[in-house]
Each structure stands twice: as C-alpha cells, then as structure tokens.
C-alpha cells in the first residue's frame, strides 16, 4: 500500500484532509512534525505521497510549502483538497479566559485568527509551534494557564475543553492542501495545472507572460509572488490555470513561457477539487 506522509500529531487539519484523501485512495498514513518534514520524507522516497497545505482564505500563501516547492525539492502536485477551517480557543479544564498567560499554536492559525487575539486577549504571548495539533498537546501536558488554537477534534483528542469556537476573523475560512508525489497524476475530468516561473525585470515582462493565456482563453485560478531569494526585488511568479499539460493549447502556452523565462517549473497537472477527490 503507497504511504502517505502528513503533518501531526494527531488533530491536525492537514490530517483531517489526509483522511479525507484515504477515503478515496487507500494509504498507510505517516505522520511528521513539521511541513518541511512532510515534503523532506517525499523527496528522499521514505513516503510515496505526502499532504501539505498550500493556501488559506484568510492568510494566503503557506511560504513553507510554496518556497520549498520552488527551491528545494522537486515533486508533482498529484490532488487538491480544499476543507473549511474552524479555529478553536482551548485550554485545560478548569482555566478561564482571564486565566490565559500564553497562546500557542500553527503560525497560519494564529494569523486567522489575529484580530480575536488583539480584541480579547491583547495582553497574552503568542507563540508559534510545528502544527496547532502540537499546540493543543502542549498544552494538555504542561501545568500553566496556557491556551491553545486548534480544530474541535484536537481538544478531544488531547482532553482539552473549548472556551471559544469559531474564533478565525473571517467566516467561511478555509485551506487548501496539496497532495505531493514523485509520479505525475493520473488526468481527471477536470483538470488544473500548477507552474512556476521569472520574469525579466522590463516594462510589461508579466503582462506579456499572462498574455498568453488570456489570448488563449485560459483561465488563471491563482497568481501569487514569492521572492526568488537571490536579490532583493526578484521574484518567481505561482500560477495555477484550468487545464491539462496534455491539452494543445495548455500545452503550447506552457512552451512559450517555459522558452522565455531564466526560472520556470512545471508542478503538474491534477484533478480540481469538486468536493471530493477524483
Ligand atoms: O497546524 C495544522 O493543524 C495544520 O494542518 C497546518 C495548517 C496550515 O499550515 O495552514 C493547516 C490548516 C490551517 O490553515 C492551519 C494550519
């Protein structure tokens, strides 16, 4: 059976979506404490898969995975999931709201749910761990007034009560994760392809570039800018697009860009994201 690395410990989010993932392909499930370590254990063959968040509603780019994928490793995306993201305020029993001296949890968590801690609890410290899954353990087995931020399942999983739910700025937050492998995809009915590429610092460089694919018709799903981390003032540009590398006009746009561009990378081809995978 292919082997599926994710992030943990038990309670993450990005296990939610792992499960979510086996209960269509069936996988031996690999937990990791970290992103980095997720996609580490893919690149050097100790995992077929590994599960990874890619994007957030709230908070945009996990520049984890994104930079690693651009300049560490190189992997296909091979599925997409996308699931609502609750965020939860969870501590011992027994310890109020007023108690709280620190907060931890998942820097993306955290950063969801900014304005909750700004308004409610300006005082606290916040501090940053691997997953929001490590924070609520932490927390459950430490014996100071500590909080965690994390999804419902964690508080059970690691018996600590709810004194807020839904505490995210915004409604309707949800992430998007990724699913990495070694092999290319098989095509679904639907499909969406990821690439990376520079441009040349000139006049109208990324117009000319996204050009092509609106003369063509093809419609961009995410444009989003890293730094290229040679120089201040480079970047590498993440595009995702409708369509399959297979198909001609995919195909010949893809081409042009490759051709004119000093960085570009291809991240594959995979089955959008309809609610369940393909
Ligand atoms: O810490 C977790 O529970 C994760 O799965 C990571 C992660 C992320 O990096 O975006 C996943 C979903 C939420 O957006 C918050 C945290």
Redesign the pocket.
Known sequence: MKRLGF?GPDG???QQAALEYCRHKSRQMVEYAS?PDVIWAVASDKVDEGLV?IE?SIEGA?NATMDMLAHEVDLFIVAELVLP?HQCLMVRRGIDMGDITDIFS?P??LA?CQHFIHSNMPDVNVHNVY???AAAKLVAESDKPWAAI??PSAAQRWGLSILVSDIQDMPGNA?RFVVLSKELAQPGLHNKTSIIFSVEDTPGSLYHTLKVFADKGINLTRIESRPAKKMLGQYLFFVDLIGHSQDDIVRECLEIISNNSSFYKYLGSYPVWEGTIA
Do not use: G, K, R, Y
Request: proline residues 5%; aromatic residues 6%.
């Open positions: 992030l993450t989010f990005t992103i968040p957030n996990v993201v998942h993306q968590a969801q997953s929001t899954a994390a999804m992430t």
